[in-house]
């Protein structure tokens, strides 16, 4: 980047710049001299921003279409609802929200290479999401959380770290799939929302007499 604009090229030697030029991605050295601004306060807000969005859009008329394209296309299609368009406004959220947090977590290092983004980056990601529950927000947070936070845990461990963590996350699998894990988490979840429910009630009664 210099004067005359920013330029792109393959290969550095076809690269001429000014004497106040600068090189912003450096082919496979990355982008260097990044100035670190990312915090775990900035971090949270985003995490909050996104939980906000994310809830909102499930609750709303356009997040209820977009599960219905996602059930089940010719219903949804069959009822009025184009497929392609809510498609389109799911990616381009989600890709807003990716967007932040890649802009984060470059913001993190004071190099970003395109080695930090390999398969197994994905994996975890996709691991996150799996683990939590296809839909279930607050089963994302929670699993996304334990496990970021188990591999660096059982760093100690040296050569047996990643043997001990995919067992784990085998058993983890194993259990949150069982229709008898589900069971018990089911009849667990409506106990306390038939708890907190009742507690509320009580309240409201309670009020209402004085």
Partial sequence: MDGQGLRVAL?????HLAAD????VGGPLGATHITRIATFPVGFVLVLFTLFVVLNL???????AIKAARDNRIAAESVGINVMTFKMK???VSAFLAGMAGALYGLNYSSVMATKFNFNTSIN???FVVLGGM?????SVISATVLYILPEAMRSLQDYRMILYAVVLILVMLITWSPKFKEAQSVFTDKVKNTLLKKLFRKKEVGGNG
């Fill in 11 to 15: 290969n550095e030697e076809s690269v």
């Fill in 21 to 24: 030029g600068k090189m912003i």
């Fill in 58 to 64: 499930i609750n709303s008329k356009e997040g209820r």
């Fill in 90 to 92: 799911a990616f381009v």
């Fill in 125 to 127: 990601i996709l691991v």
């Fill in 135 to 139: 839909g279930n927000i607050l089963g």
